[in-house]
């Protein structure tokens, strides 16, 4: 059961944007982030909130002039002439024509008193997003973020994640990375037969010289042409303090790779809520059992409390049977969503990926193989069918190590 033909069409169009807010009163700049974070456009707030040069020039800032116009003219004057694209809106306590003239010609965009009503400037947002993705349209593709979310352990999230990068790889040969969120644990790398040499700690702890070239050192290859940038081989990192480095590294990767999926385990943690803001798709993996739903039922109600993008969210149902108990319509009525995608159950399939280090998607003509292909043709919008698998084809193995 689909809910859209095509994901890319109908829900992610647009890349992350970056933004700052410039003001010194700490709960303005709280109020902001969330208003920020709770459009329908992911938008990753930079930690530094002063109109100084960023490591990554910022789609959009918010400039406080409510209480000292002239530092506020100043502010937006410095930002118009660091980043000549960045789109300034200007926040103020009144509707005075002769302060909205002065931020006019200082260099702002948008007008707001405050507090700002959320629906203009969620507006103004999503208009900010459709220029620069204008803009880039003659460039490059804008990217893609894919968070996938288990509802519990093993309910089969790191085998989808990896199986839809491994796809995505294959068929758009566009840069591709898979990134494991889940601190020591994380078995994306274990799946995938390969040994990494860096993890993403070494990342987000060297984000001052994140280039391309750096990065090309921090990733592990694999033949499919997917990049991998392995889990933390520590217990407690990534962890809170991390978060706003995991926020950045995701705003870097954007840039550099057509695709980005996460691995971001079964538990909103700080750097999790980081990966969930800067998703452009939330896969949120249950299975059809009771334990599954009520975690989802959890996870998808605390989404809507952090202001995440619950709109974003798409629910995988995993390991499906026609005999199980709880059926689809039951799931879809309990999480209030419809089933985006379904796999069937095949422990022997998987299994077998699993102890092989070969992803279904390279090496097995298995039926849920060609689930994963149709799967992942839907989030790149292509209307291609897959091939049928070959009569009589029984060659073994697959998915390096999934959790199926």
Excluded at 144 to 157: H, I, M, P, Q, S
Excluded at 229 to 244: H, I, K
Aim: with cysteine; glycine share 6%.
């Amino acid at each position: 059961m689909d809910a859209c033909p095509s994901l890319r069409s109908c829900l992610y169009t647009m890349s992350q944007l970056a933004a700052i807010v410039v003001s010194r009163d700490e709960e303005f700049r709280r109020q902001l982030g969330r208003l920020l974070r709770t459009g329908g456009v992911p938008v990753g707030v930079l930690e530094d909130a002063r109109a100084e040069p960023q490591a990554i020039a910022p789609d959009l800032a918010l400039v406080d002039i409510r209480g000292d116009a002239p530092s506020g003219m100043a502010a937006i004057e410095q930002l118009r002439s660091t980043y000549t694209n960045v789109a300034i809106f200007a926040v103020a306590t009144s509707t005075d024509p002769e302060l909205i003239l002065q931020a006019m010609r200082a260099g702002a965009n948008e007008f707001f008193t405050w507090p700002p009503a959320e629906e203009a400037f969620h507006g103004a947002v999503r208009r900010t997003a459709a220029r620069r993705e204008s803009a880039q349209a003659s460039a490059r593709p804008p990217s893609t973020t894919l968070v996938f979310f288990g509802a519990k352990g093993g309910a089969g999230t790191t085998t989808i994640a990896v199986n839809c990068s491994v796809e995505l790889a294959r068929l758009t040969r566009r840069p591709t990375i898979i990134v494991d969120l889940k601190p020591c644990l994380g078995e994306v790398s274990l799946f995938l037969g390969v040994r990494p040499r860096f993890t993403v700690l070494d990342a987000i702890e060297n984000l001052h010289r994140l280039d391309h070239d750096f990065l090309r050192e921090l990733v592990v290859r694999h033949k499919s042409g997917l990049e991998i940038l392995a889990a933390s081989e520590q217990f407690d990192r990534p962890n809170g303090q991390d978060a706003g480095a995991v926020e950045e590294l995701f705003r870097v990767l954007a840039r550099s790779h057509d695709f980005v999926v996460v691995d971001a385990g079964n538990s909103i943690n700080a750097c999790a809520l980081a990966a969930l803001y800067a998703a452009d798709a939330i896969f949120l993996v249950t299975n059809p059992d009771v334990p599954s739903v009520r975690n989802a039922q959890r996870l998808v109600e605390r989404v809507r409390q952090l202001g995440a993008g619950a709109e974003r969210i798409r629910i995988i149902l995993n390991r499906f049977a026609e005999t199980l108990m709880i059926g689809p319509r039951q799931i879809e009525t309990a999480l209030g969503y419809s089933i985006h995608h379904t796999f069937s159950s095949d422990y022997k399939t998987v299994s077998t990926a699993l102890n092989s280090g070969v992803p279904l998607a390279l090496a097995n003509h298995s039926d849920l193989s060609a689930q994963f292909d149709r799967f992942t043709r839907q989030i790149i919008g292509s209307d291609e069918e897959p091939p049928a698998p070959p009569a009589g084809d029984k060659r073994r193995g697959l998915f390096g190590r999934l959790s199926f």
